[in-house]
């Protein structure tokens, strides 16, 4: 190898040990030829050839030289083994690193997963809701809304979102947006209610729930609204909050009706008890006398038409008046009505004038009806306009119009008011009420024609001005007879007259536990000539048949102890199943009725029991002598 080479090799060597480049000292070595048995004098020349100080430097040379190889193999063994060392730890800092990389992304793609499975499952949840949902950003722009939002005012998402919002809020709720902007900004929350117009024109009524959205440095970003539809709800409590209030008046309408039945009971029953006081004096005249009667007469037809009106109240909050339907004259009722009228406008001494008009042709005048109850609804309008009428005149027509009877009962009386038109036909209300009623009466009138007219199939009407006077009509079906004849109503018609009657030969049982109710019938039929036996009991009067075969009617109480009239009936056909049997009671119902006349009774008296009415009714069963 030249010099050059040495000197390369060298220097490349000392920069591999991080050393300084040294240069050779020590001349070229001679050649050594292995299998050579002469070892070259050039390679170890002959110490004579040699100083000694050249000798002593290539000693030390050598020996610094071994030193350091010795030295620095030393060194790059221990740094080959750190460099192994460090490499191992590199690599399996390296597999360290690339199991945190796979276990990082596993994770991050397990919360990738999970959080997209919770948006589609609190998504569902949103849109699923039966309620409005919806977020707005800081602007009030709507951002998200669910189905339900759109479903609540009749809008899809498109139609909604090119419809101004603000134009749906009802006008008197313009504020709402500003209350609840407010709120969301100082306490996070607002509730209220809201109306929306919804598409098909009408208004729903909204409870919303709204709060403040904010990012993680607390700063508001939008709001969030859960809306409900509590439209039906309101009006359910506006109904009942109106029932409420309904019931509260008639309550009240009902303590002053109970009131005012004290005093309407307590004011002709004075007269009757004082009149009758009266009536024992000695020093009377028999002017005085018939004064008096009529007096006690005027006052107890008064005090039987309260009472009247009170049970038929009561059975119309029970739902008992019924409606039965038998051939009538219309023109015969109108008569008896006016007839009525008069009497009752000549007691009443007031200066009325009655117009009766529009009489039916025979041919439409027969028509089937409940005579009773029509009767009773025209006194009811009859009896308002002659109480409410000082002076003037009364008008009552009646007419066919196509399939229907028309009645009209016109006054000039002093009218009623606008606001009250809509509550005269509910019960207990007169519109001047209280210590300051001028007009007697329970205030029930009006309420139990309407009932009937409506169960007859009809409507009752009213017009009125107040000061001017009034107008009630109403309409009931016209239903002919069909025939110029008419059936014999088994209702009595108290103005018809009385015929003495000639009962000499015949024979009657009175059955009665009341004795002044004996009495009473004892002297009604005194006059008819009649045999009268009595008994007090249901056993007496048994006993009395079983030993009078000859008797030809009995007339029976229905309530009495021991044995009531239902059970007598029931003996009494068990001996004799032909023998007339005439029913006192004081039971008003028609089921009442119904059951007395199925136990065998062949008619039924209504108690008070009027002398024309028994007569006509006895008359029925028993031929005259």
């Not at 221990?78 to 800092?93: G, M, P, Q, T, V």
């Not at 109106?242 to 309408?253: C, G, H, P, V």
């Not at 009561?314 to 015969?332: D, K, M, P, W």
């Amino acid at each position: 190898m030249s010099e050059a080479g040495r000197k390369n090799k060298n220097s490349i060597h000392c920069r591999h040990l991080g050393l300084p480049v040294v240069p050779v000292l020590l001349p070229a070595l001679p050649v050594f030829k292995a299998g050579t048995s002469v070892i070259s004098a050039t390679f170890f020349p002959a110490a004579s050839e040699l100083p000694a100080a050249y000798l002593l430097i290539l000693a030390l040379a050598t020996g610094i030289v071994v030193a350091l190889y010795l030295f620095f193999s030393s060194k790059l063994k221990e740094l080959r083994n750190l460099l192994d060392k460090k490499e191992s730890e590199i690599f399996n800092l390296n597999s360290d690193l690339l199991a945190l990389r796979y276990e990082i992304s596993r994770t991050k793609e397990k919360i990738n997963r999970e959080s997209s499975e919770s948006e589609k499952f609190y998504r569902m949840l949103v849109q699923s809701a039966d309620d409005g949902i919806s977020f707005y950003d800081r602007d009030l722009n709507l951002k998200f809304a669910n189905a339900a939002f759109y479903s609540l005012i009749g809008y899809d998402q498109k139609e909604y979102n090119s419809t101004d919002p603000e134009s749906l809020i009802h006008p008197d709720d313009r504020d709402y947006m500003a209350k609840r902007t407010e709120a969301l900004k100082n306490q996070g929350f607002y509730q209220g209610e809201l109306r929306l117009k919804h598409k098909n024109g009408n208004y729903v009524i909204l409870s919303t729930r709204s709060v403040s959205v904010k990012n993680d440095d607390g700063d508001i970003i939008g709001s969030l609204t859960v809306s409900r539809d509590i439209t039906s709800l309101k009006h359910a409590q506006s109904e009942l909050e109106k029932a409420n209030a309904e019931a509260e008046t008639s309550n009240r309408l009902k303590s002053s009706f109970l009131a005012n039945i004290s005093h309407e009971i307590r004011t002709p029953l004075n007269a009757v008890v004082g009149f009758s006081n009266l009536l024992l004096s000695n020093d009377i005249t028999n002017e005085a006398k018939e004064e008096y009667i009529e007096h006690i007469n005027h006052n107890s037809e008064r005090l039987l038409q309260i009472i009247g009106d009170i049970i038929d109240l009561s059975r119309l909050e029970s739902s008992q008046i019924e409606i039965t339907y038998e051939e009538a004259s219309v023109n015969e009722i109108i008569n008896e009505i006016a007839d009525e009228t008069r009497r009752l406008i000549k007691r009443n001494e007031k200066s009325i004038i009655l117009n009766v008009r529009s009489l039916l042709g025979d041919e439409v005048d027969l028509i089937f009806t409940d005579r009773v109850w029509l009767k009773r609804v025209l006194n009811h309008l009859m009896d308002n306009a002659v109480k409410f009428t000082l002076e003037g005149s009364i008008e009552l027509s009646y007419e066919r119009r196509g399939d229907e009877l028309l009645f009209k009962v016109r006054d000039t009386g002093i009218g009623i008011s606008e606001e009250n038109l809509e509550y005269i036909f509910e019960g207990f209300r007169q519109e001047i009420g209280g210590h300051q009623r001028p007009f007697e009466g329970l205030g029930i009138g009006l309420t139990l024609a309407k009932e009937v007219v409506e169960r007859m199939g009809g409507k009752i009407y009213v017009q009125s001005q107040k000061g001017i006077g009034s107008e009630f009509s109403f309409s009931i079906p016209y239903r002919p007879a069909g025939g110029t004849s008419r059936i014999k109503s088994n209702t009595f018609n108290p103005d018809q007259a009385s015929v003495p009657v000639n009962w000499s030969n015949k024979k009657c049982l009175l059955v009665d536990d009341n004795k002044d109710i004996l009495t009473y019938l004892n002297r009604v039929l005194l006059d008819t000539g009649i045999t009268i036996l009595t008994a007090r009991s249901g056993f007496e009067a048994l006993d009395i048949i079983k030993k009078n075969s000859d008797i030809d009617l009995v007339l029976l109480d229905m309530q009495m102890p021991e044995m009531n009239g239902i059970e007598v009936t029931r003996e009494i056909r068990k001996i004799h199943k032909d023998l007339p049997i005439i029913a006192q009671t004081a039971f008003i119902f028609e089921d009442d009725k119904d059951i007395i006349l199925e136990a065998g009774c062949d008619a039924c008296l209504i108690k008070p029991i009027r002398k024309d009415h028994l007569l006509t009714v006895m008359s029925g069963f028993i031929r005259p002598a």
